[in-house]
């Protein structure tokens, strides 16, 4: 897709005071003036629809492989002690859906447990790779365009998400 197609981030900004090119004490980061805090803290942004949840993170591993699903079986554990309020999937020791190989899902509700969740992932995601992405109500573009991936990213089978 062309940067000619999306609407510019600056949206809403239109005649805001121009910023300082002022450097910080540390000699790299820019000084920002102070500003109200935002509002995607509280929020997801559009078009991202939480009424069911805001994010999945599917959390793959190779399931031929003993050790890595003994990994993401003690992670899911890990995960379900940690975080018991996110909805937690059980582990799938099999390819399903678009998802190319062995993978357990968890949802997150909020900015601040997508942020937390993410952190911890992070860290403590081991041997697994793990898809994010938002709910819009378009599966495809989710998976495909507005997803990320920490670790190695696995071709997802996305033609059963088209709805043509």
């Known amino acids: 897709m062309s940067s000619g197609s999306y609407k510019s981030p600056l949206e809403g900004f239109e005649g805001a005071a121009p910023l300082p090119n002022d450097v910080n004490p540390d000699g790299k980061s820019l000084y920002n003036p102070p500003g109200p805090k935002s509002g995607a803290y509280d929020v997801f942004p559009e078009p991202i629809d939480s ?10 591993f ?53 942020g937390a969740f993410f ?32 670790g190695k990213p696995w071709p997802l089978k996305t033609d059963i998400l088209r709805h043509d």
């Not at 805001?54 to 793959?60: K, L, N, R, T």
């Not at 041997?127 to 998976?143: E, F």
């Open 51 to 60: 009424s069911n949840n805001g994010f999945d993170f599917h959390i793959y």
């Open 62 to 114: 190779v399931h031929e492989d003993e050790s890595e699903l003994k990994y993401a079986r003690e992670l899911h554990e890990r995960v379900r002690r940690e975080f018991p309020e996110l909805r937690i999937y059980k582990v799938f020791d099999r390819a399903v859906g678009p998802h190319p190989t062995g993978m357990f899902e968890v949802n997150t509700f909020t900015p601040h447990q997508t």
């Open 119 to 150: 952190s911890f992932l992070t860290v403590n995601r081991g041997p697994c790779s793990v898809l994010i992405h938002p709910n819009t109500n378009d599966a495809y573009k989710d998976h495909t365009e507005l997803m990320s991936w920490i």
